[in-house]
């Protein structure tokens, strides 16, 4: 989640679905590949994930703004009260204990 700015994206390589969630049910998924551009709206959460089995992914993000917070939806949800999360979310509490309460930078992909 990107807070107090858009999120402008180039995506130079590769191919790319970008999901963005606004808040309530509100979510989009898109498809992108090289050439293309994005905006995110600030405070919009969003993943990007590579879609390519053999390609890189790699982007470019810009923001209009001197200042940029970002919060990683996992750690939020683990520093949110655990019962209020399991409820909202409708999983199991021994799910959420095992959230991660520090900002996980990359994730490996898994085969």
Known sequence: MT????EW????????????FLGGSLAR???FRAGDTAVFPDNSGHYIENT??????????????????DISLTQWLALTPPDIVAATLKIPLSAVNKLKKEKQILLAARN
Do not use: N
């Open 52 to 69: 390519s089995d053999t390609e890189q992914l790699i982007w470019i993000e810009l923001y209009k703004s001197d200042r940029v917070a």
């Open 3 to 6: 807070l107090q700015a858009e």
């Open 29 to 31: 998924s898109f498809e």
């Open 9 to 20: 994206l180039y995506f130079h390589k590769g191919e790319a679905r970008a999901t963005v």
